[in-house]
Nanobody
Framework: QVQLVESGGGLVQAGGSLRLSCAAS????????MGWYRQAPGKQRELVAS???????NYVDSVKDRFTISKDNAKNTVYLQMNSLKPEDTAVYYC??????????????WGQGTQVTVSS
C-alpha cells in the first residue's frame, strides 16, 4: 500500500517560515498529481497547493505569493515552503497523492498530517 509521511510542522511566530516534507513509499512520478491540504478546527478541509505530473501548480488564493510547492522525484518527496506565515495558516496539513486506476477514475492517498501552529 502507498505510504505518505509528512514532517516539518511545528510552532512558529507570525511572519516566520516552515518547510513541510512529504515522503512517498514509491515513485511520485507514478501519481497524476500531489498536493497539500489543510484543516483547522471548525473549518472544511481545503486544498492549499498542488502540482501535476506535468509540472503545473495551483494555489488557494490565500497562500499565493507566500507558499511554494515543489518536488524532488529522485527522493520521492514533495515539499511545501511556507513563508510569511499568518495565524490563519494554523491547521493540520495533509499530503495527498492522486493516482489513476482506470481511465477517468482516480484513487487518493493521504498522509497522517502534521500540525502547523502560527502564533500572533
Amino acid at each position: 500500500q502507498v505510504q505518505l509521511v509528512e514532517s516539518g510542522g511545528g510552532l512558529v511566530q507570525a511572519g516566520g517560515s516552515l518547510r513541510l516534507s512529504c515522503a512517498a513509499s514509491r515513485s511520485i512520478i507514478s501519481f497524476n498529481s500531489m498536493g497539500w491540504y489543510r484543516q483547522a478546527p471548525g473549518k472544511q478541509r481545503e486544498l492549499v497547493a498542488s502540482t501535476t505530473s506535468g509540472g503545473s501548480t495551483n494555489y488557494v488564493d490565500s497562500v499565493k505569493d507566500r507558499f511554494t510547492i515543489s518536488k524532488d522525484n529522485a527522493k520521492n518527496t514533495v515539499y511545501l515552503q511556507m513563508n510569511s506565515l499568518k495565524p490563519e495558516d494554523t491547521a493540520v496539513y495533509y499530503c495527498n497523492a492522486r493516482a489513476a486506476l482506470i481511465m477517468g477514475i482516480t484513487r487518493d492517498y493521504w498522509g497522517q498530517g502534521t500540525q502547523v501552529t502560527v502564533s500572533s
